[in-house]
């Protein structure tokens, strides 16, 4: 038997580091050669990574949530036949140590006598212990020194806050002496003395006071880097207009509603407002291709694109993805609305390709029923501009000096101030806005 050593490999162009989102086996497990071993989040997609040769696994390299550099240890397995390592020897015997001689171990109960008696003292505490204090065993109050500051998490701090706690009266049972939620618990409960601080009063029997802490992983992580990111590079500004839609969404029902065969069966899909909006688009945004483009920050350089990839933010139970449809300009609206469907559905099922969530030249992004009035978007970098549908409503507008009620709608647009300037924003969004409140206009030939 030999060992082999499995590297993390490139699971795509430019990858230099990958987020460990969920493994598949666990050290003892027989696998097979394919056989899925874990799977990986790169900056778009998640990567099944299979396994090359057959064997038992040995050890796993990193947590989920973990980031690993390609090329970095990933998996060792036990193989048949000739392995690419061999086994390790054994670690020599700390210096000093007698072979087989029994460790020693502080006392916790002289521990924790030592600790209180220097802080009487008024001399520095000794370093904690590296065993973890029993859990179930009451609470001692130690004042800590000044100077010297509790360790514990940020949400625990916030709670110790809020019930009044000053965190140096409260002895911690987590690695190091940290405070957990439960020494918070075990303080209350055991209504521990604060050396004359005030603690506020509990919370009546009904209150919550629970506090949960959720890893950031995996997608929710990308998104969080890349909201950041763009946030902090792009100068955003927003351009927020109102459009009647009263006579498209008259043309989208009609539409809809001679949508069957002599069956009765669907013969197209169900037209939304999106199709309409990306020919909109596909219209406008040849006068305007300073919008339909994407800017490489490093290189200080603005690629324009001819083509339209259309990118749909997309909500999925992870998060927000952005599936794109290619070339926009080259589909009709019966097409353009059967990729949108297809891809949003690849998206929510997880199924959706690296190659499928990348290459947009603008995107779109609804939030549907739930639109509310205004948004402000933050732009897909390295996108230069967002367009954003807002909730259609009914309500009165002055029309022709009469008061009628019309289906109203709001497109709020971010920019990116360093490409785009504000009159060809707000000249681009009057230009889409005409052909939303003129739909025919969508399929007349622009003049040559």
Known sequence: MARHVFKLPDVGEG???????????????????????????????????????????????????????????LVVLEVEGTGDRTDAAAPADAPGDAPGAPVAAASPASATATAVAAV?????????????????????LVRRPPGTKPTASPAVRRRAWDLGIPLQFVTGSGPGGRILHRDL?????????????????????????????????????????????????????????EVDVTALEELRLHVNSGGQDADGAVARPKLTLLP???????????????????????????????????????????GLVVPVVRHAEALDLWQAADAVRRLAAAARDGQAT???????????????????????????????????????????????????????????CSFDHRVVDGWDAASFVQRVKNLLEQPATLFMEPPR
């Open 354 to 412: 690296r190659e499928q969530l990348s290459g947009s030249t603008i995107t779109i992004t609804s939030l549907g029923a739930l639109g509310g009035l205004a948004t402000t978007p933050i732009i897909n970098r390295p996108e230069v501009a967002i367009v954003g549908i807002n909730r259609i409503v009914e309500r009165p507008v002055v029309r022709r000096g009469n008061i009628v009620v019309r289906s109203m709608m709001n497109l709020s």
């Open 120 to 140: 009487l003292a008024g001399e520095p505490a000794p370093e904690p212990a590296a065993t973890a204090p029993d859990p179930t065993a009451p609470a001692l």
């Open 276 to 318: 309409f909006l990306i020919r909109a688009l596909v219209r406008v945004l040849p006068d305007f291709p300073q919008i339909n483009a994407r800017y490489d920050d490093a290189a200080n350089v603005v690629h324009r694109f001819e083509a339209v990839h259309a990118g749909i933010a997309t909500q999925t139970p992870g």
């Open 185 to 241: 618990d075990r303080h209350l409960a055991d209504g521990a003395e604060t050396g004359g601080v005030a603690v506020a009063e509990r919370p009546p029997p009904l209150a919550r006071t629970g506090v949960s802490e959720v890893p950031v992983r995996g997608l929710r992580r990308r998104i969080a880097e890349s909201m950041q990111e763009a946030k902090r590079h792009i100068p955003h500004f927003s351009y927020i207009e």
């Open 15 to 73: 990858t230099a580091e990958a987020e460990i989102v969920a493994w598949h086996v666990a050290p003892g497990d027989r696998v097979a050669e394919d056989q899925t071993l874990v799977d990986v989040m790169t900056d778009k997609a998640t990567v099944e990574i299979p396994s090359p040769v057959a064997g038992t696994v040995l050890s796993i390299n990193g947590e989920p949530g973990a980031m690993l550099a390609v090329g970095s240890e």
